[in-house]
Structures are given as C-alpha cells and as structure tokens.
C-alpha cells in the first residue's frame, strides 16, 4: 500500500493538473482525451509492468539494471538508462519553473483579493508573472532548493508517508473543484469539449502528443517507475500495482480537465492559452467560492499542487542520484547538491522561455520556446524512446523464467500486450517524425539501434534458461527481503 502511494506520488504531478488541460486545449479537446485513455491503458500499463519488472528483477539504477540484466550485451542496453539520465535533467530544469509557479501561486494567493479576481485580473497577474526574468529564476531555486533539502535530509521515506493525506486530499480538492464546475453556467460546453471527440481534429502530431502525455503522466521511460520497482516486495503482484497507479493518475488527470473547461468556457476563456491554463483558469474557479472561502481554497490548492510537484521531481532526481551513487562516483551528498545546482543553470532559459527574455521565449527552438523545446525533446522524444526500449528489453533480451517469476498472473495477456504497445509506440513515433526530415533521420536511426540490439540479444539470450546459480541467486534474494520486511514488522 505504501508502495502505491509512494509510485502514485510520482506519477500524480504538474503532469496531471498543469499539463494535461493545456495539452488538451491545444489539441481540441474530447478525440484528443479519447486517444490519450488509449495510450494510457494498452501502452502505458503494459510498459508500467515492465519498467517496475525491470527494476525489482534487478534491485538497481536503472543504467546499471540494463547492464545487470542485459547479459552478453549488457554494456549496449545501459545507454538506455543514461538516455533517462539525460531526459531526467532537461525535464527537471522545466518542471522546477512550473513547480516554482505554484510556490509564488502560494505566496501571492495570500494578496488577492477574490471580489476582483476576473479572468482579465488572472490572465494579467500570470503574463506579468512570467515575464519578469528576476521572479522567475528566484522561484525556481526555491523550488530545486526544496527539493535538494529534501533529497539530502532522506526524509524522502517520511515525505512517502504523508502521501497517505496528501493523496486523498488532492482528490477531495478535485472533486469540490468539479462541483464548483459543474454548476457554472457554460459547464455543458466546457463537457462537450471534453469528452465529445470530434475526430476531424486528429492528426499524427495529436496521437503523439497524446502518447507523449501518457508517458510524461506516468511517469514512464526515463527509470522513476523503475527505481521504485527495485525497491517493491516480492509478493506485490506488478499487474495490480500497475493498474492501481494507473488507474488513479488517469482520474486525477480526468477530473482536473472536469474541474477547468467548464469554468474556462463559463468565462469565455480559450482553451489554447497554453502553458498558463490552470494558473489562469483556478483562481477564476476559486473566486466562485467567495471571499471568505475562496482565499482560503486557492491557497489549500497550490498548496497541494506544490506537494505533487515536489513528489514527482524527487521521482525524477532520485535515479539520477541513486545512478552516480551506485557507481561510487560520487557520494549522495555531492551529487545531490551537483544535481541540483546543473538543473538550476539548465532550468535558467526554460525560467526565461515565458516572456523573461525574447531569444527563448521565441520560436527560435525547432520553432518552439526553449521550455516547450525541451519538454518536446522530453515527453515526444526520449520517454517514448525509453518505453520502447524498456519493453523490447523485456520482450526479447529478459528470460522467459525471469518475466514469468515476475508476472505469474496475468503472464498470458500481458507478454503480446507488450509487443504491440512497443511497436504502436515506435508507429507513431516515426509518422510524426516523417514531418520534418532532420527528425525523421535520427527517429529511424535510434529506433532501428534499439530494434537491432534487441534482436542480436534475443538471438543469444532468449529463452536460455537462467543458469541454476542465478535463479538461486534470485529466489534467495527474495528469501532474504521477505525475512527482512518479517523482521520489520515485527520490531
Ligand atoms: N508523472 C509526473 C507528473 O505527472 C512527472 C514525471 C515524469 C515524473 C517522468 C517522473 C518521471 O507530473
């Protein structure tokens, strides 16, 4: 159970309250959510079961899990796992801004005064906000601040345990939200966007961003789930761990988008504002609960949003440490506080990219800010890349022992459900990429290394029964936690 909340911590974020409404409003609505369920349920939750596979089968990092698992070709399979290192630092440096704006949300929600809180007031307070390059970064170190003290003090165990109040609280916050919603005068439009899926508005680059979304929302292809799965007992069937995670995000994800349209269509609000959606849209929300109330609402709510946010970052920085650590490189101390201080000066012109400054705030990038640059080379480009590794390596390299040890249950359904997510990934991945030649050139080259690579293992590993002495090894290292968690909660 604490295992669920804590992987729930991780995955339940900015990804669900932040991202998911403006993706969806830049992607038209109820097709866009329909394929987004999609992705979640055939490819997420398949690829979910073989990331945490991954990480209890190994009980490591996850460069070094790759390496551990992958056999003859084990060095090869690592850069998988670095490919998540470096996607785990370009997403810190822009998910720390948006995590430093629900800070300032907090501070500032403190000052407004509800009466005059029209969607005009917001949407200025917001645009002045972001362009102010000074607030911007000092927010942001706040925010990576918190994150490194908390990664230092390894309260992380005790931060996991409040998820047990934050967890329902957050759904609590959502569902009055929804209320609130639902009572507002244009709710049916805000409904209708939503969820009636008007299929003209479907093109390659929605089915990617809608996959991209899955991955970013579950926190998928980078080594998170995977580092939680190293630390997850035994007798917890992965299949039912999987769906439950999976399962809560996606409602926290659908509801939110519950909880906004129909406040932003009742306010006449686009719902293509990008990046600022929630930040504009709640407190709009809010002033509906009046000035009493509603004060005391918005602060309860970016408060809780700062906690998933803070959540879900450590998930992100936690690999990245456990990877240098593992290796004895460097003492988790020094690499937190490397860590920290590299995302702060990556995070910088991500901090700039919303009016701060006009090199990155213009399309300069592949035509995109620098932040939506990033988060492109992230959510559409190396989680993918990852899941598809992810699942190939357990498809094709991973014995047949070891998968079936680990998923004794659902192992029927599960296995081809894997293969198909995997190249339903790589499908859409590579049309969208067929846009735009340069893209396309690299998409086609690292998805034919992965598919090479995982041929020449499965040639030499696959179905090569586990040597007796690793099997042993296996089943006594599980022996040995079951007589340790006794132990636990028996003291
Ligand atoms: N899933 C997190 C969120 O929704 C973000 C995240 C992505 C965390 C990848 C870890 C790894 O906010």
């Given at each position: 159970m604490v295992f669920i909340l804590a992987a729930t911590g991780s995955a339940v974020g900015l990804g669900n309250i932040w991202r998911f409404p403006y993706i969806t409003g830049m992607n038209g609505g109820g097709a866009f959510v329909l394929i987004y369920l999609l992705c979640v349920f055939a490819i997420g939750l398949p690829i979910m079961v073989a990331e945490l596979l991954i990480g209890?089968?190994?009980?490591?990092?996850?460069?070094?899990?790759?390496?551990?698992?992958?056999?003859?070709?084990?060095?090869?399979?690592?850069?998988?796992?670095?490919?998540?290192?470096?996607?785990?630092?370009?997403?810190?440096?822009?998910?720390?801004?948006?995590?430093?704006?629900?800070?300032?949300?907090?501070?500032?929600?403190?000052?407004w005064h509800m009466s005059d809180l029209t969607k005009d007031h917001a949407l200025n307070a917001f645009s002045t906000f972001t362009a102010d390059p000074a607030t911007?970064?000092?927010?942001?170190?706040?925010?990576?601040?918190i994150g490194v003290i908390i990664v230092?003090?390894?309260?992380?165990?005790?931060?996991?345990?409040?998820?047990?109040?934050?967890?329902?609280?957050?759904?609590?916050?959502?569902?009055?939200?929804?209320i609130n919603a639902l009572t507002c005068k244009g709710a049916w439009d805000g409904l209708m966007f939503l969820f009636y899926p008007d299929f003209s508005k479907i093109s390659g680059e929605t089915v990617l961003a809608a996959m991209g979304q899955a991955f970013f929302s579950l926190s998928l292809g980078m080594g998170a789930i995977l580092?939680?799965?190293?630390?997850?007992?035994?007798?917890?069937?992965?299949?039912?761990?999987?769906?439950?995670?999976?399962?809560?995000?996606?409602?926290?994800a659908v509801l939110v988008g519950i909880a906004i349209f129909p406040v932003l269509f009742a306010f006449g609000m686009s719902p293509e504002?990008?990046?600022?959606?929630?930040?504009?849209?709640?407190?709009?929300?809010?002033?509906?609960?009046?000035?009493?109330?509603?004060?005391?609402?918005?602060?309860?709510?970016?408060m809780?949003?700062?906690?998933?946010?803070?959540?879900?970052?450590?998930?992100?920085?936690?690999?990245?440490?456990?990877?240098?650590?593992?290796?004895?490189?460097?003492?988790?101390?020094?690499?937190?506080i490397m860590l920290g201080f590299l995302i702060f000066i990556l995070s910088i012109p991500s901090a700039l990219s919303n009016g701060g400054h006009d090199i990155?705030?213009?399309?300069?990038?592949?035509?995109?800010?620098?932040?939506?640059?990033?988060?492109?080379?992230?959510?559409?480009?190396l989680l993918p890349l990852g899941g598809f590794g992810i699942a190939l390596?357990?498809?094709?390299v991973l014995s047949r022992e070891v998968r079936r040890y680990e998923v004794p249950k659902y192992y029927g359904i599960w296995k081809p459900l894997l293969l198909i997510a995997a190249f339903a990934v790589a499908f859409v991945y590579l049309h969208k990429a067929a846009s735009d030649i340069p893209w396309l050139i690299v998409a086609v080259i690292l998805v034919m290394i992965i598919i090479d690579l995982a041929v020449i293992s499965s040639k030499q590993e696959s179905d090569k029964p586990l040597e007796p002495h690793e099997l042993q090894e296996i089943k006594e290292a599980r022996k040995l936690e079951h007589e340790n968690s006794n132990q636990d909660n028996s003291t």
């Open positions: 209890r089968a190994s009980k490591q990092s996850p460069a070094l899990a790759f390496k551990k698992l992958g056999g003859k070709n084990g060095d090869y399979w690592q850069y998988i796992g670095w490919f998540g290192i470096i996607a785990a630092f370009l997403l810190s440096s822009y998910y720390s801004v948006i995590g430093g704006w629900t800070l300032y949300y907090i501070y500032q929600s403190f000052n911007q970064i000092f927010w942001t170190l706040i925010f990576i601040l230092l003090k390894g309260v992380k165990g005790g931060l996991e345990a409040f998820n047990k109040i934050f967890i329902p609280a957050l759904l609590l916050m959502i569902v009055l939200l929804v580092t939680y799965g190293s630390y997850l007992h035994d007798k917890e069937s992965l299949m039912n761990t999987s769906f439950v995670i999976v399962l809560l995000d996606t409602l926290v504002s990008g990046p600022g959606l929630t930040f504009i849209t709640m407190p709009v929300a809010f002033s509906n609960f009046g000035t009493v109330l509603g004060p005391i609402l918005i602060t309860v709510f970016f809780i949003l700062a906690f998933a946010a803070l959540t879900s970052s450590i998930s992100i920085l936690e690999p990245v440490v456990a990877h240098f650590v593992d290796k004895e490189i460097l003492s988790r101390k020094v690499a937190t990155f705030s213009s399309k300069n990038f592949l035509g995109r800010s620098f932040m939506d640059f990033a988060d492109f080379i992230v959510s559409d480009n390596f357990v498809f094709f």
